[in-house]
């Protein structure tokens, strides 16, 4: 059991000092990558992520939102959120509208026609499931 929630913190801590401040010879330090590259990697351990750049950022926010008006579900188990927490997907869209202001004049083309596009597609999505 011990071995499982050191995996899942990421890090171990290992004290090598002994009672009297001498460094207790102790097993060899091994390196993280090392140990894990053995174990088999559950769901909730998908590997190494892919860069995040402005699009995958603003898409990121586009599917909270989405999950949170109950129209997505969750990527690991297919659900939906159940019921939809409106004011958590109101603030998410919030947030995407405070990034097109603060962001105006500093992104290409592409991602301003992404990030405007996001925003007209969660306007609208978020107007259908208000009551």
């Known amino acids: ?19 009297k401040g001498e ?22 351990d998908p590997g190494p992520l892919p ?7 603003a898409l990121s926010l586009g599917t909270s939102a989405l999950y949170h008006m109950g129209l997505v579900g969750d990527p690991e188990g297919g ?8 004011p958590l997907a109101r603030q998410t869209i919030d947030t995407l509208e405070m990034l097109e202001a603060k962001t105006r004049g500093n992104l290409d083309a592409e991602e301003a026609r992404l990030l405007e596009g996001l925003l007209y ?4 999505r978020f107007l259908e499931v208000s009551p």
């Open 23 to 44: 460094e207790s010879p102790s097993e060899p330090e091994a390196p993280q990558a090392e140990a894990r590259s053995s174990e088999p990697r559950s769901s909730r």
């Open 1 to 19: 059991m011990a071995d499982d929630s050191r995996s899942e913190r990421g890090f171990t801590i290992v004290d090598r000092r002994s009672s």
């Open 79 to 86: 659900e939906t959120a159940g019921e939809p927490n409106l």
């Open 51 to 57: 860069g995040i750049d402005f699009a995958s950022f």
């Open 121 to 124: 597609e969660l306007r609208m």
